[in-house]
């Protein structure tokens, strides 16, 4: 293993000899990641809902995945889990299974017109809660902070 030297390229952020997990990209993600479904959490209890349930209605809604297992690999979650959280929502009427037309054994998911309707309120409690998390940041600096985390993002 390399160590680094004062040349080093500005990608080596993080030395081996002074890393401190508390310091690192993916715990500092994690507990912002947590401390916002904290403060979600309230708005989705009175919507009868987990922020699991919330994160696919609102996933459908916008696109960002159609299967559980879309989801399973956007969010990390255990895809036994994913199932009974899925199961969940079409119990409630919020979300349908439907076949997939190029694959019989694999179902899409859809919003219901009633999912359909948590929408702008899941949409709303995000607003907020993302909003309270970047109270203490210049709009200059939200707009840096979400470019740089998509820069990340592109990169891997």
């Known amino acids: 293993m390399r160590l680094l030297s004062a040349a080093a390229p500005v990608s080596d952020f ?15 993600v994690a507990l912002v990641r947590r401390r916002l479904l904290d403060l979600l959490e309230p708005d989705f209890e009175a ?19 159609s299967t559980a297992a879309d989801f399973c690999k956007t969010i990390q979650h255990d895809p036994g889990a994913m ?5 969940r929502l079409e119990k409630t009427g919020l979300v349908r299974r439907v076949r ?16 359909r309707k948590m929408l702008p309120a899941i ?12 109270r203490r940041l210049s709009h200059a600096e939200a707009h840096q ?3 740089s985390l998509k820069r990340l993002l592109e990169d891997t």
């Open 14 to 28: 993080y030395d081996v000899k002074s890393y401190d997990p508390r310091e690192s990209l993916g715990y500092l």
């Open 47 to 65: 919507l009868g809902l987990t922020s699991v349930q919330a994160i696919v209605l609102m996933g459908l809604g916008t696109g960002i995945a």
């Open 83 to 87: 199932t009974r959280v899925i199961d």
């Open 100 to 115: 997939a037309p190029d694959d019989r054994r694999a179902h899409k998911l859809e919003l219901t017109e009633s999912g």
């Open 123 to 134: 949409k709303s409690a995000a607003v907020h809660a993302s909003n309270h998390m970047l």
């Open 145 to 147: 902070l979400i470019a």
